[in-house]
Nanobody
Framework: QVHVVDSGGGLVQPGGSLRLSCAMS???????????MGWFRQAPGKEREFVAC????????SYADSVKGRFTISRDNSKNTVYLQMNSLKPEDTAVYYC????????????????????WGQGTQVTVSS
């Protein structure tokens, strides 16, 4: 049994910043260092889309073009937590953000398709508005 809990969303003005957190735990969970991690988002009336991902080693990352240079994914294995630092936020970043995890992966592999992931958080709302 593995739990994924997203947090950190909120209301922010355009140009502002937020940091999302994704904490993993559970009876059958040991360490986040064995998981490749990803962030996805879904805006109202739109399909879920990829935002960012990181390999289990942390050595490889990938970002959607729409967030490159503004968002940064990171991980703290000692806290079993992954973060998404979001800077220079725009109204079009408004969405529910979901963290996802996949185990049994190579050290440097990253995954940009939601269907590749096994475990998902409940989502956290990010609203960018003045």
């Amino acid at each position: 049994q593995v739990h994924v809990v997203d947090s950190g969303g909120g209301l922010v003005q355009p140009g502002g910043s937020l940091r999302l957190s994704c904490a993993m735990s559970g009876r059958t969970f040991s360490t986040i260092s064995t998981y490749a991690m990803g962030w996805f988002r879904q805006a109202p009336g739109k399909e879920r889309e990829f935002v960012a991902c990181m390999s289990r080693s942390g050595a490889t990352t990938s970002y959607a073009d729409s967030v490159k240079g503004r968002f940064t994914i990171s991980r703290d294995n000692s806290k079993n937590t992954v973060y998404l630092q979001m800077n220079s936020l725009k109204p079009e970043d408004t969405a529910v953000y979901y963290c996802a995890a996949k185990n049994q992966v190579g050290a440097f592999s990253v995954y940009v398709r939601g269907d590749d992931y096994v475990y998902w958080g409940q989502g956290t709302q990010v609203t960018v508005s003045s």
